[in-house]
């Protein structure tokens, strides 16, 4: 039910379709193109990279899997695959998890955070990334746990983070099909540890066929 591969492959097939939009229209030149295609390639093995880290991942789902709310905090682009790693926690693990905007943050989900709510950051070097790192200091401040999914390592990330799990580099546009992949993980080795059923959630259909 945790399938990756439709999530990602839908973002690919939409970064396809505007690549192809912004060539016909003229808005988007030869050069820009051929590196997001360039991205779109070295995926597959970018994904392996990731996957050699999942002994890491099932480590820190042993950390948090009796744990009954998270937060999920992602800006710009990232904001969806915030959503899309809360759906995943809640729909396999029958945690109650909320994907948001980090940028938001201060609009309610702050009320929530203490000792008890880990909060995951997508915390990609972009240009949001510094706005990112002050949400991460407001977390903390509270007593929060901040998970952060990053691309890079830097000091300002280590001393926020309280755990990291790290993806390689890549086109900013691509960033989001690799982020989504630990989320993913981490979501399916909580699930296996609280015992309930991955491939068969409870109250969920494979396919949704009525209205």
Known sequence: MASTKAFTTQ????????????????????????????????LPTQVEEIMEGEPAIEELAGRFYQHSDFLYLGRGIHYPIALEGALKLKEISYIHAEGYPAGEMKHGPIAL?????????????????????????????RGGTVIAVADHEDGGLKDKADHLILIPRTDPLITPILATIPMQLLAYHVAVLKGTDVDQPRNLAKSVTVE
């Open 113 to 141: 955070i203490d000792e008890n709510m880990p909060v995951l950051f997508i915390a990609t070097r972009d240009h949001v990334y510094e706005k990112v790192l002050s949400n991460m200091e407001e977390v903390k401040a």
């Open 11 to 42: 973002i690919v097939c939409l970064i396809l379709l505007a690549l192809y939009m912004g060539r016909r229209r003229g808005s988007l030149d030869v050069k820009r193109a051929q590196q997001i295609m360039d991205s779109l390639y070295a």
